[in-house]
């Protein structure tokens, strides 16, 4: 499988931890996208992933997987027994209701923050920028930074009792809060003891 990627970005990130915790890291070759030169825009990556994001999988047989939602659930099934994405209708649901949660609150709300309301990636990768929205999107992370906090209280994952692609998704969202200069609040203390102790998993410094 080739796995294209920008080394350290928050969503190639996400799924490097999913081939890590599938032991599957020695099984793709990395393809690194040099997203700041905008190789991601240009046609041959287009041609991978039209959305124009990394990252992407490309299995053997020439088919090209990207969203790392997908990606996650793919490499969960292809490999034994799925652990990131559940199993049993119940744990399921619970798991990608978490992960989604994460996904459009924290993660992709910083995302849109970062690109908006900052800097972002530069002049050049920021054609369009709407501060205003980037704002609320802001306000909207930290409410869901709060509402992880919440569900930290009574559980030792994001999604219960075990490490799940809720955690990657969290993880991630942290992960971006760092190139926006968006931190995990003091209040949220139950998250900041998470995120210390997810760090600890071999996966996460894969
Ligand atoms: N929803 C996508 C998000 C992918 C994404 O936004 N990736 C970022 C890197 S962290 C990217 O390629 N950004 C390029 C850009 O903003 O131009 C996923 O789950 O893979």
Not at 75 to 89: C, F, K, N, V, W
Request: glycine share 8%.
């Amino acid at each position: 499988m080739k796995f294209y990627e920008t080394e350290g970005f928050p969503n190639p990130i996400r799924v490097r931890v999913a081939l890590a915790e599938k032991g599957l890291l020695d099984q793709v070759t990395v393809v690194p996208v040099d997203v700041m030169a905008g190789e991601h825009r240009q046609a041959a990556f287009l041609a991978k992933n039209p959305s124009g994001a990394v990252p992407a999988l490309e299995l053997d047989d020439g088919t090209v997987l990207a969203e790392c939602t997908a990606i996650t659930e793919y490499l969960d099934h292809a490999s034994g027994e799925p652990t990131l994405t559940g199993s049993g209708a119940r744990e399921r649901g619970l798991i990608a209701m978490a992960q989604r949660r994460a996904e459009a609150g924290f993660l992709d709300a910083v995302a849109a923050y970062f690109h908006h309301a900052t800097p972002g990636l530069g002049p050049e990768l920021e054609t369009y920028q709407n501060a205003e929205w980037g704002q609320r999107e802001k306000a909207r992370a930290l409410e869901t930074m709060a509402a992880i906090d919440g569900w930290l209280a009574n559980h030792e994952f994001v999604a219960g009792d075990r490490f799940t692609v809720a955690d990657i998704t969290t993880h991630a969202g942290i992960v971006f809060g760092g190139f926006a200069k968006l931190e995990v609040p003091a209040s949220c203390s139950n998250l900041r003891r998470w995120h210390e102790a997810v760090q600890t998993r071999p996966s996460l410094s894969a």
